[in-house]
């Protein structure tokens, strides 16, 4: 019994052991879409400015062609939760009559991310120099979280497509109706 019991145990104790170290890899499927790209995308555009604004979508719809899912799925070791994100074009006469956007960044987004960091920055180091030098300096408000300073409106990059002009035809693009 006792010549059992030492090789049991060491067997448990390494399959324990060597559980916490499995390797998981990250999975990542569908399309991957580029913020500014989902930026530049507008009503009335047609289904080629589209196809070369985001690509083909992965998995095509059979059943109804008047609508284009673009899907993304990410997941990680490092995340408890995958991220999913999609994005929803809906067609009329072949041009985009709406599109639905669930979790993917746009370019003001990702502006708004950068300004609420720097903020957040420069507030940390008010704060470790007042604290340094032990007076108590009042620090300039921080704005409204509405409200932009006008270095953030000079930092603000023009829509690329205004919204009285039509969307320009991508390079290599028939320009007949397709």
């Known amino acids: 019994m006792k010549r059992l019991a030492l090789p049991t145990i060491l067997l448990v104790s390494g399959a324990l052991s060597a559980s916490g170290c499995v390797y998981k890899m990250n999975i990542q499927q569908g399309n991957y879409l580029v913020p500014d ?8 555009m047609t289904r080629s400015q589209v196809r070369f604004l985001l690509g083909t979508p992965m998995v095509p719809d059979a059943f ?14 490092k995340n408890k939760k995958p991220l ?3 994005l ?25 991310l950068e300004r609420d960091l ?3 920055i420069a507030d940390n180091q008010a704060k470790k120099k007042k604290g340094k030098s032990g007076s108590a300096t009042p620090a300039a408000p921080a704005p409204a979280s509405g409200a932009a300073t006008p270095s953030e409106e000079q930092q603000k990059a023009p829509d690329p497509v205004p919204p009285s002009a039509p969307a320009p035809a991508p390079a290599g693009t028939p320009s007949g109706p397709t």
């Open 37 to 44: 790209s989902v930026s530049q995308l507008k009503e009335g």
């Open 84 to 86: 999913k994100r999609r």
């Open 118 to 120: 720097r903020r957040a």
């Open 88 to 112: 929803t074009v809906f067609f009329a006469d072949d041009k985009v009559a709406r599109y639905e956007n669930q979790g993917v960044p746009t370019q003001a987004d990702l502006d708004q």
């Open 64 to 77: 109804d062609e008047s609508r284009w899912d673009y899907y993304y799925f990410f997941n990680s070791q």
